[in-house]
């Protein structure tokens, strides 16, 4: 076996050792220049952030002042007055909204062949709403009982009570009846081919 180098000068694999460090360096080159452009770039970022943020502060400042100064300005009494003519635009719209036609088609559906009605009187309720009274004829409690029964199984009456019952002259039973109207609660069902 021989054991001397051959060649005038030895080889020591110098070449991949330098490649390896300057891919090395190259990757770290790479990073440092990246990180440095993050940095560079978030520092902008966040100066203009803050310079945002003591914008919109110093507006927000200036809105509540301006708002304090608006707030002191309002007269009370024109709050209520424009409170007062909302309140009665709302009653002429409810009343707008009211459908006598629906009203009786609903009743025409629910009296029974004995009961007449006499009168109905609406009123507006800002708690309840439409209040009805109805003055009511009929030959016995029963029926009046029954058109009770009737009106609230349409679920567009409500709290259906007498207030008031006697007989008149020629001996049948009046009642008056309080009644709370909700007509947006279903519709009414026209009964065909009943005779009265």
């Known amino acids: 076996m021989i054991r001397t180098n051959l060649s005038t000068r030895p080889f020591y694999n110098e070449r991949m050792v330098y490649l390896w460090l300057g891919a090395l360096a190259v990757v770290v080159?790479?990073?440092?220049?990246?990180?440095?452009?993050?940095?560079?770039?978030?520092?902008r970022s966040d100066t203009q952030l803050a310079t945002q943020a003591s914008h919109d502060e110093s507006r927000a400042v200036d809105l509540?002042?301006?708002?304090?100064?608006l707030r002191a300005s309002v007269d009370p009494r024109q709050v209520d007055f424009a409170a007062a003519d909302a309140r009665q635009a709302?009653?002429?719209?409810?009343r707008r909204t009211f459908s006598w036609t629906e009203l009786f088609n609903r009743f025409e559906t629910t009296l029974p062949d004995d009961v007449r009605i006499a009168s109905v009187r609406p009123r507006l309720d800002h708690d309840r709403g439409i209040l009805l009274n109805i003055s009511v004829l009929a030959?016995?409690?029963?029926?009046?009982?029954?058109?009770?029964?009737?009106l609230e199984a349409t679920g567009a009456f409500a709290n259906v009570r007498p207030v008031e019952e006697h007989t008149?002259?020629?001996?049948?039973?009046?009642?008056?009846?309080?009644?709370?109207?909700?007509?947006?609660?279903?519709?009414?069902?026209?009964?065909?081919?009943?005779?009265?």
Request: no cysteine; net charge positive.
């Open 29 to 43: 080159a790479a990073a440092t220049a990246f990180n440095v452009s993050r940095v560079l770039r978030y520092s």
């Open 139 to 150: 030959r016995t409690i029963d029926d009046i009982d029954t058109f009770i029964r009737n």
């Open 64 to 69: 509540r002042r301006q708002a304090a100064q």
């Open 168 to 196: 008149d002259e020629a001996g049948l039973l009046m009642s008056s009846l309080e009644v709370v109207y909700l007509p947006a609660a279903g519709k009414p069902v026209v009964r065909r081919g009943v005779s009265r």
């Open 90 to 94: 709302n009653d002429l719209i409810d």
